[in-house]
Structures are given as C-alpha cells and as structure tokens.
C-alpha cells in the first residue's frame, strides 16, 4: 500500500511538472518565435521564470514529502565567469542546480531540444544543448568570457555504475572560466537513474545532500603550464575528489 502511494504521488509531481512546463511555455512561445532571446533582458526574464517555477517545484516535492534535501552554499554561486560540474546520480539534479542558481546557463541533453514541456524554455533561456563536440566548446567558452555561469555535467549523461568524466568540462573550465566550484551530490537510496522507469519509486523518503565543494581558481591553476597539460591536470584532480566523496 506505502508503494502504491508513493507511485501515486510520483504520478501526481510529475504531472505538477509538466503543467508548469505548458504555462511557462504561454510566455515562452512568443520569445522562440519572434527570437526574442537574442536580447538579454528577455533572456534573463527567461532564465528568472525557469528559476521561479522550478524552486517551486522542488518544494512542492518537499512539501508532499516525496524527497527531503540539504543544499547549502548555494549562495556562492553564480559569480561572474563560474564554471559548475556536478555528478549526475538522477533526473532532478539539474532542476536542483537551476532552481538554487539563478540566471545560470546550463549545458543540457540534445534531445530535450524535441521535448514538448521543456524545448521552448531552453530555447528562450539560450541554454547550450550538448550536440556536436566543436560546437558545444565553441559555446560554452562564449559564454564563460562573457561573464555568465555555466553548469555542466562532466559525465554527460546520469551515473550509471561509477562516476565517468569527459574531459570537455575541463577544457572549456581552462580556456575560459575564472572559477571553477564542484557540486557533490549524494541521493539516498538511488532513484530515477538512466534507463529506470518514473514510477519505479522506493517506499521511503529519498535524501537529497548537495554539497558545494571548495572552488578553484582557474587563473592561478598550474599557470605555467601548457593548457592542454592544465586541462589533464585539472581532469585527475576533480576525479580524485569526486573519487574521494564516495558517491
């Protein structure tokens, strides 16, 4: 019967999702097609609704306790030129990152760009979609000299067995960013991971911890050194530490 609940009450958030999606995209319609987002007062209008709506999302899930979550730090976030990785253990991690960020850019799954609830909203916030290699960098590094912060998922796609980087995070953190903070988040017991079903939900309170790590300053990082050596550098050092958290 608890299962039974639980999976009502999935159903029931997820739904609550989508209907903020669909309302969100009243306002998001008319961006994308007159491509309003190329000014950045309407970009920023964008990214504050996207920031407004998911936080009320996330505590909507609190508030019907579907999840409970600590998030501290996050007030050191979103400086000027700030490159942010975190581990990806679930489907929410990125509804956490933007909700507690605001005005973030975010590096996000190609594919949602075809997504009914979620395509306009990434097109009006001018959000990058992680497509082809060169272009993604080419972004990503615009973005960063330009002042924005950017968070980015190093694994590219959620955890499945361990934790895997790809070295693209670290190279657009040497060749454009001027700070670099790690986000470590833990999730207990383990759900919506890749390839699980929404509805295959555990009977008790899943345990949000997102953990702001120490931040690196990126242009005082191996200085000396060659940037392509800097970037390997960089890579088995954040690897390390994730290592080192034991997620």
């Known amino acids: 019967?608890?299962?039974?609940?639980?999976?009502?009450?999935?159903?029931?958030?997820?739904?609550?999702?989508?209907?903020?999606?669909?309302?969100?995209?009243?306002?998001?319609?008319?961006i994308v097609l007159l491509?309003?987002?190329?000014?950045k007062i309407v970009e920023n209008l964008a990214?504050?609704?996207?920031?407004i709506s998911w936080r009320s999302f996330i505590l909507a899930t609190k508030f019907f306790k579907y999840l409970k979550f600590e998030f501290d730090g996050y007030e050191n976030l979103g400086k000027n030129s700030q490159i942010i990785i975190?581990?990806?253990?679930?489907?929410?991690?990125?509804?956490?990152?933007?909700?507690?960020?605001?005005?973030?850019?975010?590096?996000?799954?190609s594919s949602l760009g075809q997504n009914l609830f979620l395509s306009l909203?990434?097109?009006?916030?001018?959000?990058?979609?992680?497509?082809?290699?060169?272009?993604?960098l080419e972004k990503a590094i615009k973005v960063l000299k330009n002042g924005e912060c950017l968070v980015i998922f190093p694994e590219g796609t959620r955890t499945k067995d361990e934790i895997k980087f790809h070295k693209a995070a670290f190279y657009i953190a040497i060749n454009s960013a001027k700070i670099l903070t790690p986000i470590a988040i833990n999730m207990q017991p383990k759900s919506l991971k890749k390839g699980e079903s929404w509805h295959n939900t555990p009977k008790n309170l899943i345990?949000?911890?997102?953990?702001?790590?120490?931040?690196?300053?990126?242009?005082?990082?191996a200085s000396?050194?060659?940037?392509?050596?800097?970037?390997?550098?960089?890579?088995?050092?954040?690897?390390?530490?994730?290592?080192?958290?034991?997620?």
């Open 1 to 30: 019967m608890k299962l039974l609940f639980r999976r009502i009450l999935v159903g029931f958030l997820f739904a609550l999702f989508g209907l903020i999606c669909l309302v969100g995209n009243l306002v998001f319609i008319p």
């Open 35 to 39: 491509n309003l987002q190329r000014f």
């Open 47 to 51: 990214r504050d609704m996207i920031f």
């Open 86 to 109: 975190a581990n990806h253990p679930s489907l929410l991690d990125v509804v956490f990152l933007i909700s507690h960020i605001r005005r973030a850019n975010c590096v996000v799954k």
């Open 121 to 136: 909203a990434i097109k009006a916030a001018n959000y990058i979609p992680n497509t082809q290699n060169e272009l993604l």
């Open 207 to 221: 345990s949000y911890k997102l953990s702001v790590l120490k931040s690196i300053d990126i242009t005082a990082f």
């Open 224 to 247: 000396n050194r060659a940037n392509p050596v800097r970037v390997r550098e960089l890579y088995k050092m954040l690897e390390n530490l994730y290592k080192k958290e034991n997620l």
